[in-house]
């Protein structure tokens, strides 16, 4: 299954710090050579100040070498910049810690640093400080110190590249720390503000500057995957990542850079079926972008299949689109097993089954009336008596009850639905037609005159932006 492995293909767009658990989960899966998942280890720890993780990870790799003597120097370095930078640092803390500062901060930043100037003679190349020992902090992985002055220094700084710097520098150290509820704050946040400005140009090697919508389309491709730590670990992560990735913004940067990130967003779609048939009157509501996920998943999928396609995307296409029952099952034997190889899917491997079973029972059960309990429970991957339960269990939980019902004598489901009234199917054509029509209206207003070639309908300027290597955001924490 090594095929369908995307490590390789997200570390890439993640800090170093980051990529430590996916090579981690790969040790423990075996789809690699282990002296070669190492070696990948080894190669992002020495450019950390994790020394003594660096040797240990050298020692495995070549058990008969000896260990390079530059460690012993690069440590003792280390020591001595981290107590000089820890002595700059306390001196900002002992001032805003102070109560008496505390009480006289205002919202105005400006306005703060002015009065830290005027009272404390605390600058901000001082309250720099903060930021730097953080940034070393996170070098040698005591992430909970680093968000914790990378919190500060944001706080205080007025420096907008350093406090977006500090902002990755933050969500990572929540994200190996585990501290799920911060790290989604923190992710909104960082959403914010990558949405709501266009960051300043950044100089490509070859000297220019590209366009700022291109710039936007990086960060955002940088935070589509680092957000997939969140997504999945957080109680209500995957309907969030379904109401983040199928917004259009987010969807245009999916299919336009990183389109893989389809196996996460189907597989979302799949864990949350329950969530999106519960009634609309529920405690915690469904949006409607949730309750149509999967028919949403399954048009992109459609549309990119000539980009990325994996047996995640392949049962989906085949149970709805190809209505396929055969290949959709083969296909979930394999999805079944690259779910629980994934990193980020391997705990949800159950859920995932039990849904996806769902899925082909519903599929099945809307366009036939008669159905045998033993086919269905073939195309299932189960056996006769799994099989019986788990479709008795299912019509009792769904609204299948009132129009199915089982005759054990015969092993057969017999589906009785009333025809759809001929008005009721009119308005189901014809429904949203006002409002589309609207939107096209619009859209073609807004189109130039013929001969100037600048017409852009129902997309959004990156998605004509070329294809180039990602860029990595400036963040405190490399």
Known sequence: MAEYDLSKTIIPYLDRHLAFPLLAHLVETSLFPVNEVQAAQYELAKGTNMFDYAVSLFEAVHPD??????????????????????????????????????????????????????????????????YNFGQFQYSYGNYSGAADYLYHFRVLSTDTDLNTSAHWGKLASD???????????????????????????????????????LVQLHSRTWLVHWSLFVYFNHPQGRTLLLETFLSPTY???????????????????????????????????????????????????????????????????????????EAAQRELTLAEKVVGDDFFLGEFRDEF????????????????????IGDLSERL???PEEGEKWIVNLIRETRMGADAKIDLEKNVIEINRPPLPIYQTVIEKT????????????????????????????????????????????????
Request: hydrophobic share 40%; proline share 6%.
């Open 65 to 130: 070498g000896e260990v390079p003597p530059e460690f012993d120097e690069k440590r003792k370095n280390a020591v001595s910049t981290h107590e000089r930078l820890q002595l700059e640092a306390q001196a900002v803390l002992d001032v805003i810690e102070n109560p008496d500062v505390a009480q006289a901060l205002r919202q105005d930043k400006n306005q703060n640093l002015q009065y830290l100037k005027d009272n404390y003679n605390l600058t901000l190349d001082q309250i720099r400080a903060l």
């Open 175 to 213: 994200i190996l720390t585990g501290r799920w509820d911060v790290a989604l704050e923190e992710l909104n946040t960082l959403r914010d503000a990558i949405d709501s400005r266009s960051p300043a140009p950044i100089l490509l090697p070859s000297g220019t500057a590209p366009e700022p919508a």
């Open 251 to 325: 969807l245009n940067t999916i299919q336009t850079s990183c389109p893989w990130i389809l196996r996460y967003l189907a597989a979302a779609a799949i864990l949350s079926r329950k969530a999106a048939s519960l009634p609309a009157s529920a405690a915690a509501p469904v949006s409607t972008r949730v309750r149509n996920a999967i028919r949403e998943v399954v048009k992109v999928i459609q549309t990119e299949e000539y980009q990325y396609q994996d047996p995640m995307t392949s049962f989906l296409k085949e149970l709805y689109i190809e209505f396929d029952f």
């Open 353 to 372: 089954l039990d849904n996806a079973r769902y899925l082909i029972s519903e599929a099945y059960c809307r366009i036939h009336q008669k159905i045998d």
């Open 381 to 383: 991957n189960l056996s």
């Open 431 to 478: 429904r949203g037609l006002a409002l589309r029509t609207q939107a096209l209206g619009v859209a073609v207003s807004r189109t130039p005159g013929q001969g100037q070639g600048q017409g852009q309908v129902g997309g959004t300027a990156a998605a004509n932006v070329p294809k180039q290597e990602a860029q990595a955001p400036t963040v405190a924490v490399k």
